[in-house]
């Protein structure tokens, strides 16, 4: 209940951060220089105080933190979906059809997995940002998703496909073939459904590994720009004045990531006891 309530409470902030948001951090016409690192409210002694303090840019930490935690999550369940997508589809044709196409799909599995996903991640941000230099924030998103979906789809494909090649010798589908159904509606409207148990809960992990990996890549300075920023923009960003003192332009983002990843994975443990009563 606690992980469900923190979800919750971030994502209602991200979703309408232009409405609960103090201030708004990417209006250039508001920000002043003359309020740039100031200390949290706490500790702020002059007239002007934010409650997480402000930035290298003047802007106030906590509306820069909706903000970012808007776009983290926009990656996050957008690259997922991608992923839960080509990986769903791979794993049914894959354990439903066997012989030469399962062995294909399998050995790509197998190749893809041979390669850290961080590494195949960098390798297809860092080719897409070197082809597209002067690429527009939409874009540099659109590239950040696909090499965060990319690497992810092979989890899917080989739980789906296990769980295939359960479902396939079952009685239910073998009536189905009896009666002249075709393979491709057997796999959508008979096997599909009994497979996507395990599917939505890895998918609920996977959306916080995903966050982090977007997190990582920005603070490499391979995934959003600093315009755009994220949570790891705003970490690399606070990182740069972290021993001169301003600790809170990199500690609260990172408590914001932390608590993200936190309370996901806590719901996807939740959603496999729900799913799979054996496990209580």
């Not at 983290?72 to 369940?77: A, E, K």
């Not at 159904?181 to 599917?199: A, D, E, F, T, Y």
């Amino acid at each position: 209940m606690g992980a469900a309530v923190v979800a919750f409470v971030i994502a209602f902030c991200a979703v309408f951060a232009n409405v609960v948001a103090p201030h708004e951090p990417f209006n250039l016409a508001t920000l002043e220089l003359a309020d740039a690192r100031l200390p949290p409210a706490w500790q702020a002694e002059g007239s002007r105080k934010y409650l997480l303090g402000t930035d290298d840019q003047g802007r106030d930490i906590l509306s820069v933190l909706m903000y970012g935690s808007r776009i983290s999550l926009f990656v996050g369940v957008i690259s997922v979906c991608l992923s839960v997508l080509v990986g769903v589809a791979m794993g049914l044709l894959s354990g439903f059809m066997g012989g030469k196409i399962d062995a294909f799909i399998m050995r790509i599995c197998d190749v893809m997995l041979s390669f850290p996903s961080i590494l195949i991640a960098l390798l297809i941000s860092g080719v897409g940002r070197a082809l597209f230099p002067q690429a527009q924030d939409g874009l540099a998103l659109a590239v950040l998703i696909i090499a965060i979906a990319l690497p992810g789809w092979v989890q899917y494909a080989r739980t789906v496909r296990g769980s295939t090649l359960i479902e396939r010798n079952k009685e239910y589908v073998q009536a189905a073939r009896v009666i002249g159904v075709s393979s491709l509606r057997i796999m959508r409207r008979h096997v599909l459904p009994n497979v996507l148990g395990p599917v939505m809960v890895l998918a609920t992990i996977q959306i916080a590994t995903a966050i982090i990996i977007e997190a990582t890549l920005s603070f490499l300075g391979v995934g959003m720009s600093p315009t755009s920023p994220s949570l790891g923009t705003l970490i690399r960003v606070g990182n740069d004045f972290l021993f001169s003192g301003e600790w809170w332009i990199t500690i609260f983002p990172g408590l914001v990531l932390v608590l993200i990843a936190l309370s996901v994975n806590l719901l996807g443990d939740w959603l496999r006891d729900a799913l799979n009563p054996r496990l209580r």
